[in-house]
Structure formats: structure tokens, C-alpha cells
């Protein structure tokens, strides 16, 4: 067994069975991409494109520094350290075949309550020209049903009234962005590039409302020069990456030979399509099977309404029919054939439009593969959680949408009626489960009051907005939350699928 850390590389490249190694010498890479939320997304999919250009010998000056805000990152920081951020990334095809590589691309990983000033050092060296985002849907600090920043979580506010200037530091990623932004402004320097990465609609436009909001309350000035002078692309971003357990630790030591602390297991599907708007410059991404593009919005409403979405309708559904992943949630025929044609094809795909270059029956088709891909083993109960950042999010535009123009929201009521009977915190054959969503006391204590109110779920104004004023959204949802409450779920994927 060989433990993955620098010095160990060469032992690794020689050893037969054991993942590929970065072709590139580490000691050459600057850090000029500083990412917050290093989980296992942004491991698998914007490092693994790094990785691919720096093996081709380009983007050496590309290289990441990734930033963990949030107290769960120590794990992240103690896993990773003594490897010397190295990690291994392992992809897997739906036939079962499997790619196994040590990714180098994190050159630095900083623990930001360890030591602020270091992250905003390393924010202000003008070497860095990016930073990128994948703080998860809630990390923007909006309120879903107004479009509006949220001044008063109680992180944020903390972070609005301290002085930076006379030694405060920041805790939240907007206190450090516009921090870091105010520094360069003042040292004359350039201003970075802010990447979002994250899975909302217009992630680009949202990151820059949401930080403009905040810094314009903060320093109107500062705010004045950040609109003119930082960029924030859109950008679709595509690879299913559950989190790791620690069978996948096993894993990695069974199959390849090598003791990793927290590798990355993915699907091997990939794809992010990109807005070329980067003044201060960026890698070549197109050079690795980036698609850059003027306008993402279509590949971004393709991406969301037919895979997020659809990830909420085998999400809560397939927990009550009893399963436990995503492949074993799609081959139940009767949620795959709600999945793929009472949600896609009636209720997605009419509020996704055309998708240059993209056959979206092909799309659907692919899809529903990629879902099936047992060796993913994607755990459903990671698709349910954190519900009110995701269903309001995703699916409650694609209603709006299609109560606006007359269509049918057969299947989307069902799907949040799913949810509305998975808050309830108990399945059809009494089983518990922990309901993860920072909203948690909140949607649960709605879904214990459906005896009296089979409408009290969607009351909630900040997560539906008038939604429960609209009879042709509230009868469907009515009936279905009806029918899974009194016969189950099975009864209601059969009725809506017949
Ligand atoms: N996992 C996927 O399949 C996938 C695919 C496409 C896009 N994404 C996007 O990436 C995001 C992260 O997914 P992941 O699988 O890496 O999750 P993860 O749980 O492994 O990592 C999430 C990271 O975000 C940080 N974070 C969360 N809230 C934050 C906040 N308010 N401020 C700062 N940091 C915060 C966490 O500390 C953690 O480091 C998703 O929410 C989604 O938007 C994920
Ligand atoms: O990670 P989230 O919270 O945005 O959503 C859960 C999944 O739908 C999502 O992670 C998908 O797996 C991903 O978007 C596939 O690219």
C-alpha cells in the first residue's frame, strides 16, 4: 500500500495497477485560481480539466488554491495536508469501466479560520487572476421567491459591520471576495475574474447581484468600481460526484494500491459550458472540452430543468418507495417512466426551448443512463438534502413557467408533494429519516400539520411565493399529496404514468 503524498508519486507511476500521476512537475505550478468550497465537485470536474491542460505542459501558472470557510472544511484540511493536497480521482462508466489519477492541480489548501489574512494574501497576489465558486445553492444568500440578498443572516451582517480596514477579518466568501477586491483596488492592482460554479440558473449573473448587493451596503464606491471592473460568466457545469464514503476509501486502497484520505468518485460523463468573459485572462480551457460560448443560458435551463429537476423527482420519491440510490430509484419502471416521460418530456422539456446543437431526446435518453449508473452508486439521500435551496430553485420556475402559458403541472405538483411527504421525517413503513435541509425545523413542522391542511407546506411564502393561490398548481398538489399520504407512492406514480 503506498501512502499518497509528493514524495510518493514516483512510487506510484511505477507501480502496475495503480492510478495515473500527474505528468507535470509540481514545483512548477503558481497558484493563479483561488476556489471556495473545495468539496467533490470542484475536485472532479474544474481541477480534472487544470489537470488535463497542465499533463498537455500548459496552464502551469493555473494552478488552485482552494479555500474551506465553513468549520466541516478542517476535515478537508486534515485530509488533504498531509498528501500535500494531492488526491485521487476516480471515474466510472455505466459498462463498469473505471479510470483511476492522482490530480495535482490543488497546489494549496488554506482553512480560512486557521489564518484570514493568509486567504487574503493570497486573494490580492495580482498572480491571481480567477476566483471561482462552488459554495452550494444557499451559499448566495438569496431569498428564492424575492431574487433579493438576505442582509440579515446573521454571518453576513457580522461581516457588513466589521472593519476590515482596522483589522477585522472576514468570515463569510462575500466578506472575503469584496475585501480582497477593495485591497486590489487600493494597491492599483487588477481585479479578478468571480467564476461561479455552482448549480443556479444564471450563476454568473446571480454571484454579481449578490455581491454587488452586499458590497454596495458595505462601500458604495467599492461597489461602483466592482461593477465596472470584475467580470462574474455564466456557466453550465456538469458531472454527477456523490459523496464520498468510505467504501470508495477502501476502494482506492483495494484496487490501486494507494492509501488516500479523501478521494473523489464520480461518474465519468463531463461537461461545462462557458462564457468567455474573462479581461484578466484564464487557461485554455477550450483546448480540453470546455465549450465556450457567448450566451449559456440554454445549456444552463437544458441542465437544470431536465437533470436537477429530475434529480428531485427520484430523490423523495424513490426514498419512499424504499431505495436508497439513483440507479436503483431509475430502474424501478414505474419512477423511471414518470421521470423520463411525466416529467421530461410534458413538464421539462417545454420549458427548456432550443439547445444549439443538442438533440434533447438524445439528452433525455442519455440521462436516464447516466442515472442507471449503479457503479456511482449516488445516494439519494444526498439528492433530498438541503430541498428548500433546490426545489425553489429548479423546479418552482419551470411551474411558474408552465402555469403561465396554460400547460400541465401534473407531475411537478407530485414531485413537490414528494417532498412535502418526505418532510413529514417518516416513511411508508415507518421508517425515520433525517431530513438534511438548514430550513429543517421549518418545512417540517409545515408537513406535520397535513392532517388539518394539506396545503400547509406550500404556505410557505419565501420558499413558493403565491404558488397556493394558483388553483391549477394547488389541485394537482392537493390530489397527489392526498393519494401518497392515504395509498403511497406507487399508487401515485401509477395513476399519473397510466
Ligand atoms: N456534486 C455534484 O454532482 C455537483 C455537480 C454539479 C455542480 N455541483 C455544484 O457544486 C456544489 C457543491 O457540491 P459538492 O458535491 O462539491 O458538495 P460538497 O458538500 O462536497 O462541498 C461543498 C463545499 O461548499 C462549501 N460551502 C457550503 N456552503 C457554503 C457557504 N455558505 N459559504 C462557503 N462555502 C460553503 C462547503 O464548506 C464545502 O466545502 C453543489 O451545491 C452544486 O451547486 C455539484
Ligand atoms: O449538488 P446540488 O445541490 O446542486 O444538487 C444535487 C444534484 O442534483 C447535483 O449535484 C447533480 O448531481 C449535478 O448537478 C450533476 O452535474
Known amino acids: 500500500m503506498i501512502t499518497l503524498n ?5 512510487q506510484i507511476a511505477d507501480a502496475s495497477g495503480a492510478p495515473a500521476v500527474p505528468t507535470y512537475d509540481l514545483a512548477q505550478r503558481q497558484v493563479g485560481i483561488v476556489h471556495f468550497g473545495v468539496g467533490g465537485f470542484h475536485r472532479a470536474h474544474q481541477a480534472l480539466y487544470l489537470d488535463r491542460l497542465m499533463n498537455d505542459g500548459e496552464a502551469m501558472d493555473w494552478a488552485i488554491c482552494g479555500v474551506g470557510l465553513l468549520p466541516g472544511d478542517a476535515r478537508m484540511r486534515d485530509a488533504l495536508l498531509p498528501q500535500d493536497t494531492l488526491y485521487t480521482l476516480v471515474t466510472k462508466a ?7 489519477r492522482v490530480i495535482g492541480t490543488l497546489a494549496e489548501y488554506l482553512f480560512a479560520p486557521d489564518d484570514p489574512e493568509a486567504v487574503l494574501t493570497r486573494m490580492t497576489d495580482p498572480a491571481v487572476r480567477i476566483v471561482s465558486l462552488t459554495v452550494t445553492e444557499g451559499g448566495y444568500n438569496y431569498n428564492a ?4 440578498f438576505q442582509f440579515e443572516t446573521p454571518a453576513v451582517s457580522e461581516d457588513l459591520e466589521a472593519d476590515f480596514a482596522s483589522g477585522a477579518t472576514p468570515k463569510t466568501m462575500f ?6 477586491l477593495r485591497r486590489r483596488r487600493e494597491a492599483g492592482e487588477q481585479a479578478f475574474t468571480v467564476l461561479s460554479c455552482d448549480n443556479v440558473r444564471g450563476n454568473g449573473d446571480l454571484a454579481r447581484r ?4 452586499y458590497a454596495q451596503r458595505k462601500d458604495p464606491e467599492l461597489g461602483e468600481w466592482i461593477a465596472e471592473h470584475v467580470t462574474f460568466p455564466n456557466c453550465m457545469v456538469d458531472r454527477i460526484t456523490p459523496v464520498t464514503a468510505d467504501s470508495d476509501r477502501a476502494m482506492v486502497a483495494e484496487s490501486f494500491g494507494v492509501q488516500d484520505a479523501w478521494p473523489v468518485v464520480s461518474e465519468d460523463f463531463i461537461q461545462w459550458v462557458l462564457e468567455d468573459r474573462f479581461p484578466a485572462g484564464r487557461p485554455a480551457f477550450e483546448r480540453v472540452g470546455v465549450q465556450m460560448v457567448d450566451d449559456v443560458e440554454p445549456y444552463e435551463l437544458m441542465k437544470l430543468r431536465l437533470l436537477n429537476c429530475s434529480h428531485q423527482a427520484i430523490a423523495y420519491f424513490g426514498l419512499l418507495l424504499g431505495h436508497t440510490y439513483a440507479h436503483e430509484a431509475v430502474n424501478d419502471e414505474d419512477l423511471a417512466r414518470f421521470t423520463r416521460k411525466s416529467y421530461m418530456d410534458d413538464e421539462g422539456t417545454p420549458a427548456v426551448g432550443e439547445v444549439p446543437g443538442t438533440d434533447l431526446e438524445q439528452y433525455k435518453d442519455q440521462l436516464m443512463e447516466r442515472f442507471g449508473n449503479e457503479y456511482v452508486a449516488d445516494a439519494l439521500a444526498r439528492l433530498a438534502a438541503e430541498s428548500s435551496d433546490r426545489i425553489p430553485t429548479w423546479l418552482v420556475p419551470v411551474i411558474r413557467e408552465n402555469l403561465a402559458a396554460g400547460r400541465d403541472v401534473t407531475a411537478s405538483a407530485a414531485i413537490v408533494a414528494s417532498w412535502a411527504r418526505y418532510a413529514e421525517g417518516v416513511g411508508e413503513n415507518g421508517e425515520q429519516w433525517d431530513v438534511v435541509d438548514r430550513q429543517r425545523e ?3 413542522a409545515r408537513a406535520a400539520t397535513h392532517d388539518e391542511d394539506l396545503l400547509a407546506f406550500l404556505r410557505d411564502e419565501e420558499l413558493f411565493g403565491d404558488l397556493v393561490e394558483q388553483s391549477a398548481f394547488t389541485e394537482p398538489y392537493a390530489e397527489a399529496l392526498k393519494t401518497l399520504r392515504a395509498e403511497g407512492a406507487r399508487v401515485l406514480l401509477q395513476q399519473i404514468v397510466a
Not at 6 to 10: G, M, V
Not at 175 to 180: K, L, Q, R
Open 442 to 444: 421549518r418545512v417540517m
Open 210 to 213: 449578490m455581491l454587488l448587493a
Open 94 to 100: 455505466p459498462d463498469g469501466s473505471r479510470d483511476a
Open 175 to 180: 466578506g472575503y471576495v469584496i475585501e480582497a
Open 6 to 10: 509528493a514524495s510518493s508519486l514516483n
Open 145 to 148: 421567491s424575492t431574487g433579493e
